[in-house]
């Protein structure tokens, strides 16, 4: 079976046939970075194009990882010392790179829908590594493929996001591809960063972690995206962490075999504590390690590999 479109913008538009084919790709790809020498000459003569607008440590060293294991040429370019810094504009950037005949171009941006009008304009394949407070769809699959590895489905399973919901990208992605896969959402945080409408997604929205992460399969935490906030919209991290944080006082309500995922970067002390982080039901580092996988399936997919 074949990935049948020539980019990846989202996860809300993609099927639960096209989920399965991508995490199945990955779990084939997992052995490869356990080989004493990590490459297969699969993408080789292909070109990978890193655009990166925001900072990233995970998605933007996993994407460089992932195609140099396939062997892809791989180029990463950051706003910062790029042409942006003269006032080239996105649209013009994203021509210039064309016209030098990549494969594929990922891109994270500040810009909700910054991926989708590259898409629009340009030949190459686009994967959306992250676009605002809107998606970020290769973190969900890796979640997705982290949580099926470890649970051995999705489907039935209750999934508590805990945290920043209104300015993360993840949530949104996650929300999408956990309820298409089956599993029972629900989200918790303060009422500020909780959207009016994010029940219309099919999930329940709680103010009180407790509520939330009672009898959860999984706890995903987010941090608080004090970039993306307009305004205060909590009164102090301290009193944050004091009503939001996941810590060893509240993770007892959770099933005795709770799995704790974030996304990274991590605020220890303030929406999870570290002997949570760092104990026996975190899977924080196992999410690390598949975002190569996923990373690898999605370049090997988009351009024309079949699973």
């Known amino acids: ?17 096209e989920i399965n084919l991508i995490l199945e790709t990955a779990d084939s790809f997992i052995e490869v970075s356990t080989r004493e020498i990590k490459k297969v000459p699969t993408l080789r003569g292909k070109t990978v194009i890193n655009l990166f607008y925001e900072a990233s440590t995970r998605t933007r060293t996993s994407f460089e990882i992932a195609a140099k294991r396939l062997s892809a040429d791989t180029i990463n370019i950051s706003a910062s010392t790029s042409s942006v810094v003269k006032g080239e504009t996105l649209i013009d950037t994203a021509k210039n790179l064309e016209a030098m005949n990549p494969d594929i171009i990922v891109i994270r941006h500040s810009a909700a829908g910054a991926p989708h009008m590259l898409a629009a304009i340009l030949r190459q394949s686009i994967i959306n590594a992250g676009d605002g407070a809107h998606e970020h769809p290769t973190q969900a699959l890796l979640d997705m493929m982290t949580i099926r590895s470890r649970k051995g489905t999705i489907s039935g399973l209750k999934v508590a996001i805990v945290g920043d919901i209104a300015h993360s990208r993840v949530a949104r992605s ?99 504590s570290s002997d949570l982080a760092d104990g026996p039901h975190s899977i924080i580092l196992n999410q690390v390690t598949n975002g190569v996988a996923v990373r690898m399936a999605l370049l090997y997919l988009l351009t024309g590999g079949a699973s």
């Open 174 to 272: 996650n929300i999408h591809g956990l309820t298409k896969m089956g599993a029972s959402v629900c989200v918790a945080g303060p009422a500020t960063m909780i959207p009016l409408d994010i029940e219309k997604m099919g999930i329940v929205a709680h103010t009180r972690v407790e509520e939330a992460i009672r009898d959860a399969d999984i706890v995903m935490v987010l941090r608080i995206q004090t970039e993306r906030e307009k305004q205060n919209i909590f009164p102090s991290l301290r009193e944050y962490a004091q009503y939001f944080s996941l810590n060893r006082r509240n993770i007892g309500l959770a099933r005795k075999d709770v799995l704790i995922m974030h996304p990274g970067p991590m605020n220890r002390g303030v929406e999870i």
């Open 1 to 17: 079976m074949k990935l049948n479109r020539k980019d990846i913008l989202g996860i809300q538009e993609l099927s639960v046939e």
